[in-house]
């Protein structure tokens, strides 16, 4: 059965949710609860787990532990993922500076630049590799996820060298659609595009008084 | 008529790759070029369009410059946003000093931290203020945007916050699902979770050979 790429996509929010709740001790959680915490109906929450199998008892919510080692295991999170970053600008180098990855199971393990001033440098812990090498690199040590900080004019380029050296997932911080054959992932993670669509509504509605909800 | 959220997210690449092309010299395009520089069918680009007016003449394309302008007056993109960032940690000195915003019209006007040894620093030519300032603060210089980048365990207090401060549009770079009421507009950039939706892709096929396009 094919499940709703909008499921796989609130499972990493459950995740960090059931995480949280394991640090704080939590050993079992209601739907209702666990939705609660996330602005998802415990309907919701329900009917996505569904797909997966029989989680949880009636009545006596979900074991904390035992969703997370589940969640775990369907999302692949059980693993370490090896990931390229072409692009060491500014934005490259915060992305290489972001506590985020690692912890997760996300390891940058090389990181290339075409600007030969960058090439041969030190960025926390890795030596900055000459683009025009990707896919000799890569081809000896292959990588899960390429992650493009580069600009919007050469970040196409960069996916289809990426994806000839067999790169499946694809973090996209370049303001295009990236093409790519199918078989491939691609997530856009680029801040103003994400403005643009939201200044939209804005626009249409500038000063409307949103309703305060009731406490 | 209710235009559907995903046109409205694809405007804004339809801008980029028009901008980049007015300064390519470019006066006229068909749907067919635009189409294919962005992996979107010229019937998509026409029926996106088509929500909005006439765009273009049958056989002739589209006058870049004009459309470009439709298209900014269309997303509000004709005048100039005002964003305040809450958090001034790793991550948000790294939005602080992205570059990509103010060229595009989005400024940062106000940044917050709750940390101390943060507050009353000059970060940008913006001096961080004090978390607990937010409501008076925005009460009289009131922002367009929100920019999250705290901890999963603070963001929805700040995003609650925001809201009554008349914040209609959040920029949440927390790993979270932020709640917020009808008539505001959260974008979630956070690239954990986007890789952690394509992880479990990756995982279903680890090594299925991708079929490589014929050129």
Known sequence: MEIPPVVIDRLPLYTRAL????????????????GTSLGVTPAQ????LSYFGRFGKQG???????????LHR?????????????????LG???LGYDGFRSQGFRIVEAFDVNPERVGRRVDNLTVRDATDLEP????????????????????????VLIRCGV??????????ARVPSGVYVKRIEPVLA????TYYLKNRPHAPIPTPRS
């Not at 640090?23 to 209702?32: H, M, T």
């Not at 929450?45 to 996505?48: G, P, Y």
């Not at 499946?168 to 659609?177: D, G, K, M, S, T």
């Open 19 to 34: 995480a949280s709740l394991e640090v704080q001790g939590r050993e079992v959680i209601s739907s209702q609860d666990l």
């Open 45 to 48: 929450i329900r009917k996505d």
């Open 60 to 70: 006596r919510g979900y074991n904390v532990r035992k969703l997370l080692d589940e």
């Open 74 to 90: 369907i999302l692949g999170l059980d693993r370490q993922w090896r990931m390229a970053l072409v692009g060491v600008g500014k």
């Open 93 to 95: 180098r915060a992305i």
């Open 137 to 160: 690199v890569l081809s000896k040590n292959p990588v899960d996820v390429g992650i493009v900080a580069v600009p919007a004019e050469t970040a196409q380029d960069v996916i289809d």
């Open 168 to 177: 499946r997932a694809i973090l996209n911080y370049a303001p295009i659609a």
């Open 195 to 198: 403005l643009q669509s939201m």
